[in-house]
């Protein structure tokens, strides 16, 4: 006779879930630290370096104080999305000036500007966007969106491999634009796709790690981003190395507004 399966308790299962965003909190409070640890240092080293060279000219100071400055800039964008992140209810939302906002050129821009990342990358990877953006009137706020699609589409350069495409490709629904952003990457397994927007969820670290990944912030800012504007973002993949695709529906402005 076959055993009985044990059943697990509503109480057993809450424990475990406790459990679990305990563990990710770790990781990523782990993650954050090392992620400020690495500037900060760039930024001792570089001050130590400028007090012990004596330069008439200054040259010396001024490489210094523009690395220093690159490292103050990445530490400001990280404290940024933490503050995202960790805002309350509608907290942040209240604060934020939206106006009638043209999606379509926010898209060509971002993905004119990861043309550069992807010229800084080891690996060679193909940006394009495929067939004709339409118009996408929405009422929203440009920088927030902007940071939306940068993280989307980086993330799918990040997530490359040799050769790899990101393609954006966006159409219009009814009411709402849909916009689908597939890369033929190193995909999501899929215990993973459930929980990649969820805040300090980090996906498999070894193969993250592989990829320059840091600590995981863009994926929840991007769920955010697109709820204050009313929309919604998915993502799908069929498996590891197998690529992925998010597709990412905001509603189109009311003439109204």
Not at 68 to 92: C, P, Q, R, W, Y
Not at 165 to 174: D, F, G, N, P, R
Not at 179 to 192: C, P, Q, R
Request: with cysteine.
């Amino acid at each position: 006779m076959a055993p009985k399966k044990t059943k697990t308790s509503p109480k057993e299962n809450g424990a475990e879930n406790i459990l679990r965003q305990e563990r990710v909190k770790a990781d990523f409070i782990a993650d954050a630290t090392h992620e400020f640890r690495t500037p900060l240092a760039i930024i001792k080293g570089n001050i130590d370096l400028a007090l012990q060279i004596e330069d008439p000219t200054g040259a010396a100071a001024k490489k210094a104080l523009r690395a220093i400055n690159k490292e103050v800039m990445h530490l400001a964008h990280l404290l940024s999305d933490l503050t995202v992140l960790t805002m309350h209810g509608n907290e942040f939302q209240n604060n934020l000036v939206f106006e009638r906002v043209d999606v379509a050129d926010i898209i060509k821009d971002m993905m004119h500007r990861c043309q550069a990342l992807v010229l800084t990358n080891d690996r060679k990877i193909t940006v394009k966007i495929i067939g004709k953006i339409p118009s996408i009137i929405v009422w929203g706020h440009a920088l927030y969106l902007e940071k939306l699609f940068l993280n989307v589409i980086n993330n799918g350069i990040t997530y490359s491999k040799q050769n790899g495409t990101v393609a954006l490709s966006a159409k219009i629904v009814k009411n709402n634009a849909v916009i689908t952003i597939k890369d033929n990457g190193i995909g999501i397994v899929k215990k993973s796709l459930p929980h990649i927007f969820e805040r300090f969820y980090r996906i498999d670290k070894t193969r993250a790690s592989q990829h320059g990944v840091g600590i995981g912030l863009g994926l929840p800012i991007s769920r955010w981003i697109t709820k204050i504007h009313g929309g919604e973002i998915t993502a799908d993949s069929k498996g590891a190395d197998k690529g992925s695709t998010f597709v990412i529906t905001l509603p189109l402005m009311k003439e109204s507004k």
